[in-house]
């Protein structure tokens, strides 16, 4: 496994942890890492549980790959985009452990899982692009728009209004808040309980659910691709 996404796997549970410098930054290698991790967890019927770093999930997509070009940037995106799309129709339940702080690409994990528990303390929450002077693409709007409410929608997507841990419960970007230190107990409660379900009827259900969603959000994927951002 890579050492980008450090791969654990013990009783059904398969732990992936993002180790990519000091903001764990999403380039074309990490979302690489991830689908490996991913197949790997398939192939073991393993409840996923993705963690960062202690203090940070992501600070989102890498820098360097934005902004070497338009087109890099616009491959990366769909990189990642369809990498929240492969989150939200994985057939067995995907948890976010946010350890901290999670921007742009890293609240998009959050997201994209079924799942998500964040930590108490200074930590910012939230989709930044339109304060960095980038356009949101297509794909980040609509799974925006799905999963948070709709003020909560407007001020993040078009504010740029990043939240803490609390304000990110609200708004729908985490389903749990916890202390640092009870963040891998409640990852490990939440997935020993979701191990309960009936895995055939949670990923048929759960296409049944999203099955509009992911078509909006496979057409935004196209349009990203098509048009830039």
């Known amino acids: 496994m890579s050492e980008l996404i450090d791969y654990q796997f ?3 549970i398969a732990t992936l942890t993002l180790n990519n410098g000091k903001v764990n930054a999403i380039s074309p290698e990490v979302i690489a890492a991830f689908n490996e991790a991913l197949d790997q967890a398939v192939q073991a019927r393993a409840v996923v549980i993705i963690t960062g770093q202690p ?3 992501s600070a989102g997509y890498d820098l360097k790959v934005m902004t070497s070009s338009p087109q890099n940037a616009i491959s990366l995106v ?4 369809t990498l929240a799309r492969r989150l939200l129709s994985h057939p067995f339940p995907v948890i976010v452990a946010c350890p901290g702080h999670a921007v742009a690409k890293g609240a998009f994990l959050l997201l ?3 799942y998500r528990i964040g930590v108490e303390g200074p930590f910012h929450i939230g989709l930044n692009e339109v304060q960095i002077g980038m356009t949101m693409h297509h794909a980040g709007i609509e799974l925006a728009r799905d999963r948070l409410g709709r003020a909560a929608f407007e001020r993040s997507v078009i504010g740029a209004e990043m939240f803490d841990p609390a304000g990110a419960l609200q708004a729908g970007f985490l389903d ?3 202390a640092p230190e009870q963040l891998q107990a409640a990852a ?3 997935a ?3 191990q309960k379900l009936n895995m055939k009827a949670h990923a048929r259900t759960k296409l049944k659910a999203r099955a509009a969603f992911l078509q909006t959000l496979d057409e ?4 990203d691709q098509d048009q830039g951002f």
């Open 10 to 12: 013990e009783g059904g």
């Open 55 to 57: 203090g940070i999930l």
């Open 78 to 81: 769909t990189q990642g985009s």
């Open 112 to 114: 994209s899982a079924d």
């Open 176 to 178: 749990q808040v916890v």
């Open 188 to 190: 490990l409660a939440a």
């Open 192 to 194: 020993q309980r979701l």
């Open 220 to 223: 935004a994927i196209l349009l």
